[in-house]
């Protein structure tokens, strides 16, 4: 048995570097006054929309027709007084929405503008599987070391009123400190001793993504003169589609797209192939042009098989990754039961492609191509093939991940009672009496095809008493990161020119824009 920790032998001194966030949040907040109703209404509804509290003075006439009592406070008083009084109302109706349930964690990371680091911790119960977790409490620390971590864990669950042995896994991106954290040694694996550490499998996938747009160069130098001529350059594209029509070319245009990182990179050169097809011949009626034009008449004259080949490559390959990330962002549905599968099939394809061939529409571009195309195709499906063997071999839950595909009925007979004698990933399966198994496999047999497994295990939670809370507890898995309470890029900023705005603010403004849903 591991032994239990509490928050308070876990936490050293000088752990945060905000003073006041060391305080337990009630006897923070417990001595403050209640402040008018109307004026805390409005923080709230300008905390949640992410409107400055220096704009407050715009909705002052709105205020007094609503009944205010008092004159607009000063920005000030704001964020001393009304954003921590709005805060325990807050913290409040989160501890009864998340105390003693069972619950998966998801840890989320930041850096602040003086290079220190956060540390977002939200809580999903599971009784409120498939809706989005809620953000539990920020901490700040002068580094993501493991240590830090998991101590600022540990005192935010507790202060939470989350018990630790309830705790049923721990989302994290996967980093070497989060990874520490969880070894056999680690402060977290002690403390958290039922939690599963999943670290999320699209941070994972990111980086096979990762191996297109370093590797495919003609293709990643023409994607940002298409972006500009589709997004930026309203009158070219508008041009080009009527080329497109009066060719009678059934192309769509790319939508604009503001993302980045390689999975948006992928999205992005998807479209490309078909549209390589024709540009040449657009280009011809374009008299003069600009840089833009100049641009890409340059890169399809030096190399126009080459960049075909790629986007032909991507079209034909990637389509598989970008499905399965897609899969992965699904929240409203279990999924830890069709993970390992999904997976599992992007592996074989990567795999059958480099045993025979890249596939006919690449092999017929690459004809035109020197060989020295084709290594490097074999090179990315070779170097992604690795890291998906790796993934298999090295993810913690993977072996979960496995063995709850035993806990869809549809998968039972694939999966099969003698694969799971020797399962560890789902502890308690193997202590289920045979009778009940045998009822089960009788049950699976009957299931409707599009069977909703939320409902199934739910009607047979009579006949089947110790698989049912299994089923509930994990086909609900998560699988992948839930949404971020920090800014785009990971940059938290908590420094303002508002005057009264501390790194407090900071934290009780992310935790109510994130917790919207929060009555």
């Not at 399809?300 to 079209?315: I, K, P, R, S, Y």
């Not at 045998?438 to 497994?453: D, G, H, I, K, M």
Request: contains cysteine.
């Amino acid at each position: 048995m591991r032994k239990h920790h509490s928050a308070t032998s876990l936490r050293p001194d000088g752990q945060t570097r905000v003073a006041q966030l060391t305080v337990p949040r009630s006897r923070r907040l417990e001595s403050l006054p209640e402040p008018d109703a109307n004026v805390l209404c409005l923080v709230q509804a300008m905390a949640r929309t992410g409107v400055p509290l220096s704009e407050a003075e715009f909705f002052e006439g709105l205020l007094h027709q609503s009944g205010a009592r008092q004159s607009l406070p000063s920005t000030v008083q704001l964020h001393h007084s009304f954003l921590p009084a709005l805060g325990r109302h807050h913290e409040s109706a989160l501890q009864h929405a998340l105390q003693h349930r069972d619950a998966f964690v998801f840890l989320h990371e930041a850096t602040t503008g003086d290079g220190h680091a956060a540390l977002g911790i939200s809580l999903l119960p599971l009784d409120r599987a498939g809706q989005s977790p809620l953000l539990l409490g920020v901490e700040f620390l002068e580094q993501l070391s493991h240590a830090l971590v998991a101590r600022a864990v540990a005192r935010v669950l507790s202060e939470g009123h989350v018990l630790f042995h309830r705790v049923l896994a721990v989302v994290t991106a996967g980093g070497a400190h989060m990874m520490q954290a969880f070894e056999d040694n680690g402060i977290l694996g002690a403390v958290l001793p039922a939690a599963l550490h999943i670290p999320c499998l699209l941070h994972q996938l990111e980086l096979v993504m990762e191996l297109w747009p370093d590797s495919l160069e003609k293709l990643a130098a023409v994607l940002p003169i298409l972006e500009d001529m589709f997004a930026r350059y309203v009158a070219l594209r508008h041009r080009y589609e009527l080329f497109l029509q009066k060719s009678e070319q059934k192309l769509s245009l790319p939508v604009p797209n503001s993302q980045t990182g390689p999975e948006a990179w992928l999205k992005k050169a998807m479209d490309v192939k078909e549209h390589l097809l024709v540009l040449e011949e657009f280009l011809a009626t374009e008299e003069g042009g600009g840089v833009t034009i100049s641009k890409l008449r340059a890169l399809l004259a030096e190399g126009h098989a080459d960049l075909m080949a790629e986007a032909t490559f991507v079209a034909e390959h990637a389509a598989g990754l970008l499905n399965v990330a897609q899969f992965l962002r699904r929240s409203n549905e279990p999924l830890a039961h069709r993970i390992y599968g999904e997976l599992d099939s992007l592996r074989i394809a990567f795999s059958y492609h480099l045993d025979s061939r890249l596939g006919p529409d690449t092999e017929r571009c690459l004809s035109l191509c020197q060989p020295q195309l084709a290594r490097q195709f074999h090179s990315i499906l070779s170097l992604g093939l690795t890291l998906l063997e790796h993934l298999f071999d090295a993810h913690p839950a993977m072996p979960t991940l496995k063995a709850v595909r035993a806990l869809d009925p549809k998968q039972l007979g694939a999966v099969g009672w003698s694969q799971l004698e020797h399962e560890e990933g789902l502890p308690g399966l193997l202590k289920v009496p045979e009778i009940e198994w045998f009822r089960y496999q009788r049950l699976a047999e009957a299931a409707p095809v599009n069977v909703s497994l939320p409902q199934w295990w739910e009607a047979q939670a009579e006949q089947l008493p110790m698989l049912s809370p299994l089923a509930r507890r994990y086909l609900w898995l998560p699988v992948c990161s839930s949404k971020s309470p920090f800014p785009p890029g990971g940059m938290l900023n908590l420094t303002s020119a508002e005057e009264g705005f501390t790194e407090g603010s900071a934290r009780l403004l992310c935790m109510l824009r994130h917790n919207r849903s929060l009555c």
